[in-house]
């Protein structure tokens, strides 16, 4: 009678005990780059990402404003997969590589910073978005070309913070609006930006942790998106060696998304030795080739693959034209996974959504890894 008074004392503490919680699942950020192309339904998988950015928005006499005539029905698409998905959320993304030309100006003055932010909080309102991600490519710098200024970094920090005022007013107690930005992963972007005070202001930052190599930005071929330092790299780069000085600059890892590419780079004219990487290389047409078209037009055809042991990065190489591709596969992507929640980052962000294959390999690829185990119907 002892040991089953026991065993039911038992029982009744373990009901009483909470559940062990499922492991914490990361956001999987998607930029979703149509251009001028209307989205189609079943297009994106809502469920297999926690957040979409949409690509551009422009900037124009300091406003915030669409990029392309086909952007109202795109956005339309996209918040309406919170039917499928309510958790979804839908930002905005304003600026780029091509589109930073405004920010400079945008961000200099109190009355110019108020401009963009209420036409960034109109435009928000109007295509029922869920916030904002400043893509400003880069304060301080001319990028490709931009106007810039010697205290862009410390009007970036102003803005984000006058932003963070204004959506703390615009949101309620059931729609929360986030602000981010994207990085580039580099010391020199933290050289002319304020991190340490510019991330209280921000949800989360997306590292742009790939194109460290580029045809035609150098001489040689490499990894242009390596997880760890390869001793052999000459230029000592890496997606850990980033996220660690991001850290140092004060940005909590749990802030920190990790960015990836969906994409590779070529070079040719590229010597065989060491199978190319490392190589003198030249930029070659279309030198930015899409997982889709590596997956189905060059593994296998001509192409060998290859396997970065330290940088845990993968590699193509074809002897017959001399080319070689640094891109991403599901096995690095895996790898970058584990690396995310070994170190307790906030989760990835990929470049671009079109840029998968049509089974959607990289993203099953993350969302298998990322995302926590789904609890079971009963």
């Excluded at 009744?12 to 956001?27: E, F, G, T, Y």
């Excluded at 880069?138 to 932003?163: Q, T």
């Excluded at 899409?290 to 990065?313: C, E, H, K, Y």
Aim: some cysteine; hydrophobic content about 40%.
């Amino acid at each position: 009678m002892s040991r089953f008074l026991l065993l039911l004392f038992a029982c009744s503490l373990a009901l009483q005990l909470p559940a062990a919680p499922l492991p914490q699942s990361k956001l999987i950020v998607a930029y979703v780059f149509p251009q001028n192309a209307l989205l189609q339904p079943g297009q994106i998988d809502p469920h297999a990402i926690t957040r979409i950015n949409y690509a551009f928005a422009d900037i124009q006499s300091g406003r915030v404003v669409l990029g392309n005539a086909n952007d109202p029905a795109n956005l339309a698409v996209l918040t309406g997969l919170r039917r499928d998905n309510p958790s979804l959320t839908v930002l905005i993304s304003v600026g780029g590589w091509l589109g930073s030309a405004g920010f400079s100006d945008a961000a200099r003055t109190l009355e110019s910073r108020r401009q963009f932010i209420e036409s960034a909080v109109a435009f928000i309102r109007t295509y029922r978005l869920d916030g904002l991600d400043i893509d400003w490519e880069y304060p301080g710098m001319p990028g490709a070309g931009h106007p810039f200024l010697p205290e862009d970094g410390r009007n970036f920090e102003l803005l984000c913070r006058e932003l963070r005022a204004a959506f703390n007013k615009e949101q309620t107690a059931n729609r929360r609006l986030y602000l981010t930005i994207a990085a580039g992963a580099s010391e020199e972007f933290l050289a002319h930006t304020p991190m340490a005070e510019l991330q209280s202001s921000l949800d989360t930052v997306n590292l742009m942790a790939y194109d460290y190599y580029e045809p035609g930005s150098g001489t040689i071929t490499g990894n242009h998106a390596p997880l760890f330092t390869d001793p052999a790299d000459p230029n000592k780069v890496s997606a850990d060696d980033s996220v660690r000085v991001f850290q140092k600059a004060g940005v909590p890892p749990r802030k920190l998304i990790l960015g990836v590419p969906f994409y590779g780079h070529m070079w040719g004219e590229v010597a065989g030795q060491d199978h190319g990487l490392f190589q003198p290389g030249k930029p070659i047409p279309h030198a930015y080739a899409p997982f889709s078209l590596i997956q189905s037009s060059m593994l296998n055809q001509g192409f060998t693959r290859f396997w970065d042991a330290v940088s845990r990065v993968p590699w193509l190489y074809n002897p017959a034209s001399r080319v070689f591709v640094s891109y991403e596969d599901p096995q690095s992507l895996t790898e970058k996974s584990r690396y995310i929640r070994a170190h307790n980052l906030g989760g990835v962000m990929f470049w671009n959504y079109a840029n998968d294959d049509a089974s959607g390999t990289l993203l099953k690829t993350l969302d298998t890894e990322l995302l926590a185990p789904r609890p079971s119907k009963r």
